[in-house]
């Protein structure tokens, strides 16, 4: 009998089913109604899973289900609150995935990308190696690859793919690949790359597609990451590597299909679309604007944004390619977009952290070989935390939890109340502030005896909150442990110091509202003690250091993670600075600060002044 890996790489999987339900879908391009025999496929998908092996806390373990009035009791002001669902968690989604398999005899299991990276720290702490297995373990056939998988470059994705071991000091540094002796086979799933390649080469870094044989039904599945991806990964990251546009890659592979007998075609792709705001109406009958169900977009009356990215796209993608699995927004839907043809086709999204997943039920009809669009149906599924654990899944958090102990549960310091990163009118937090003063006051950045006087901190690489209360291995209230901190920054990203003239600071800070942050509603960078800075809507106020106007012709060094330096989240005039040096990880330096300036209390929100 052949390996698993084997058949992967043949393109031929055996597979089991499961029941589906949801949302209809008229027309189609290939074929108007199934003529000749037929046979049901089902088709399971997911997205955005970054690493949530264990159930998701807060509102990212949470799933919109209703709306209800609410009254405050201080007030009397009635308001719309959501009524919520826990949800999420590899041993969940196993059991639901494995539930809906059940009583159909074919069945498919894909992820549209950021399955690892920006992970908790279970998965982390081993490079993501636990998801993988955890993503084996629950038979996912085949994965785009989304941006979150270059987080640590292209070769440790193929090596995610392909298997294989890191020499990394086991632990020593917070990370351990392959511990206590374990050994990683990589994915027994394809990581799909169509439109990545190696730069000057028409090589792709990962296979472009993959054929899936069902008895004679051949389903082609092409996978692919946003084009956009080096504006959102580290430059480090990205090196090397070329993002091509996701139509022309797409539309490109279709007559390589076709030339393999295949007509079947869906796509892949970690780029999404944002569902507009919902206006449910109360039982008073008045229009109260509310967070989105996690089924109102299309199903229950929603549409996907006009900007959305995913719409240009799904619009242009060849009328030849039926379905498109759809990520990276964090959103659900399941919407009708029509293909260039004019015809119906199916483009979904199941949220992230493994709340939800994917429904999809479709026909083949052996004659055409190909997909009925009239019969496919797609609907969210809620992977809720009232179902039995999946014991495979509950084995591999238990084995890696043992092992991460030793990592985890060491005690950096103490906070004497919440550090939070909610921001203040200007946009500043106080996780902000002590992440831009622990990376100031970092020494692995310091070059030439010459010490950064500004740190910036993206607002976007602040994941979680340090609470007081919280104490996931008995320690005393207000201790935080390495766990706590490595969740507030997930990235493993470098410290870098560079020099930047003053004059290109303040265009830096423009750029926080400006260029293609305009319609984000303001990226704030965060800030240091010594350093402060006003605006008013897209003015540029006041910018001091030490109390001291900026310069524009003086030269200043500058602190921030790699991410930043290449001009992460559209910050270009980062990428601009000079004399680079790249220091230790931005983890290492929080955790070091927190240890040096145990108790810690936040200080007043000072530092940024705007509206």
């Known amino acids: 009998m052949t390996s698993l890996?084997?058949?992967?790489?043949?393109?031929?999987?055996?597979?089991?089913?499961?029941?589906?339900?949801?949302?209809?879908?008229?027309?189609?391009?290939?074929?108007?109604?199934?003529?000749?025999?037929?046979?049901?496929?089902?088709?399971?998908?997911?997205?955005?899973?970054?690493?949530?092996?264990?159930p998701p806390s807060g509102s990212s373990g949470r799933v919109v289900t209703d709306h209800k009035l609410v009254t405050d009791p201080k007030t009397g002001v009635v308001s719309a609150a959501d009524v919520t669902t826990d949800a999420g968690g590899s041993e969940y989604l196993a059991t639901h995935l494995k539930e809906a398999r059940k009583g159909h005899p074919y069945s498919l299991t894909v992820a549209a990308g950021d399955l690892i990276g920006a992970s908790p720290f279970l998965s982390a702490a081993f490079h993501d190696e636990p998801t993988i297995e955890?993503?084996?373990?629950?038979?996912?056939?085949?994965s785009a690859v989304g941006n979150h998988e270059f987080d640590e470059g292209y070769k440790e994705l193929q090596r995610m793919a392909n298997g294989g071991c890191l020499d990394d000091g086991a632990g020593a540094n917070n990370q351990d690949s392959c511990p206590g002796g374990k050994t990683f086979t990589g994915a027994n799933f394809d990581y799909l790359a169509a439109n990545v390649v190696q730069s000057g080469t028409n090589k792709t870094i990962l296979p472009p597609y993959t054929i899936r044989n069902i008895k004679g039904a051949k389903i082609g599945f092409i996978g692919m990451t946003l084009k956009d991806?080096?504006?959102?990964?580290?430059?480090?990251?990205?090196?090397?590597?070329?993002?091509?546009?996701?139509?022309?890659?797409?539309?490109?592979?279709?007559?390589?299909?076709?030339?393999?007998?295949?007509?079947?075609?869906?796509?892949?792709?970690?780029?999404?679309?944002?569902?507009?705001?919902?206006?449910?109406?109360?039982p008073d009958n008045k229009p109260y604007t509310v967070n989105p169900?996690?089924?109102?977009?299309?199903?229950?009356?929603?549409?996907?944004?006009?900007?959305?990215?995913?719409?240009?796209?799904?619009?242009?993608?060849?009328?030849?390619?039926?379905?498109?699995?759809s990520g990276h927004t964090h959103q659900p839907y399941v919407c009708d977009v029509k293909d260039p043809k004019g015809q119906p086709r199916m483009v979904t999204s199941a949220s992230s952290f493994g709340r939800l997943f994917t429904d999809t039920d479709l026909t083949y009809d052996r004659r055409t070989q190909d997909i009925?669009?009239?019969?496919?149906?797609s609907a969210n599924m809620i992977v809720s935390r009232d179902v039995p654990k999946d014991a495979a899944q509950t084995k591999i958090i238990t084995d890696y939890s043992a092992l991460a102990r030793?990592?985890?549960?060491?005690?950096?310091?103490?906070?004497?109340?919440?550090?939070?990163?909610t921001g203040n009118a200007g946009g500043e937090s106080q996780l902000g502030d002590l992440i831009a003063d622990a990376q100031l006051a970092d020494p692995s950045v310091v070059t030439a005896g010459k010490k950064p006087d500004i740190a910036f901190m993206n607002p976007g690489g602040i994941r979680a909150d340090l609470s007081y209360?919280?104490?996931?291995?008995?320690?005393?209230?207000?201790?935080?442990?390495?766990?706590?901190?490595?969740?507030?920054?997930?990235?493993?990203?470098?410290?870098?110091?560079?020099?930047?003239?003053?004059?290109?600071?303040?265009?830096?800070?423009?750029e926080q509202w400006s260029g293609s942050n305009a319609g984000s509603g303001k990226k704030i960078l965060q800030v240091n003690k010594a350093f402060n800075y006003t605006y008013t809507g897209t003015t540029l106020g006041a910018v001091t250091l030490n109390g001291q106007p900026l310069v524009d012709t003086q030269t200043y060094r500058i602190v921030t993670n790699n991410f930043l330096q290449g001009g992460g989240d559209n910050f270009p005039t980062m990428a601009k600075g000079t004399n680079v040096y790249y220091g230790g990880l931005d983890i290492d330096a929080f955790a070091n600060y927190l240890e040096a300036n145990s108790p810690y209390t936040p200080g007043p929100l000072t530092r940024i002044s705007g509206s």
Not at 411 to 419: F, Q, R
Not at 493 to 505: E, H, K, M, P, R
């Open 5 to 54: 890996r084997t058949r992967r790489l043949s393109g031929v999987v055996a597979v089991a089913a499961m029941a589906a339900a949801g949302l209809a879908m008229t027309g189609g391009s290939s074929t108007a109604a199934p003529n000749g025999p037929t046979m049901d496929i089902q088709l399971l998908s997911f997205n955005d899973f970054h690493g949530n092996l264990q």
């Open 134 to 142: 955890a993503m084996n373990a629950l038979h996912l056939d085949a």
């Open 229 to 282: 991806t080096p504006s959102i990964v580290t430059a480090a990251g990205v090196a090397g590597l070329q993002f091509k546009d996701e139509v022309a890659t797409a539309n490109a592979l279709v007559p390589v299909l076709r030339s393999k007998g295949v007509n079947a075609i869906v796509v892949l792709i970690h780029q999404g679309g944002v569902p507009n705001q919902q206006v449910w109406y109360g």
């Open 293 to 325: 169900t996690y089924d109102y977009t299309c199903g229950k009356g929603g549409s996907l944004a006009p900007d959305s990215p995913i719409l240009p796209i799904a619009k242009g993608l060849d009328p030849a390619i039926d379905m498109i699995v």
């Open 372 to 377: 009925v669009r009239t019969s496919v149906k």
């Open 406 to 421: 030793p990592i985890a549960s060491r005690v950096l310091g103490k906070i004497t109340t919440d550090v939070t990163r």
């Open 469 to 510: 209360a919280n104490s996931p291995y008995n320690e005393a209230p207000g201790d935080v442990v390495f766990e706590e901190a490595f969740t507030v920054q997930p990235f493993n990203n470098y410290l870098v110091s560079l020099d930047l003239t003053g004059a290109q600071v303040k265009q830096l800070l423009t």
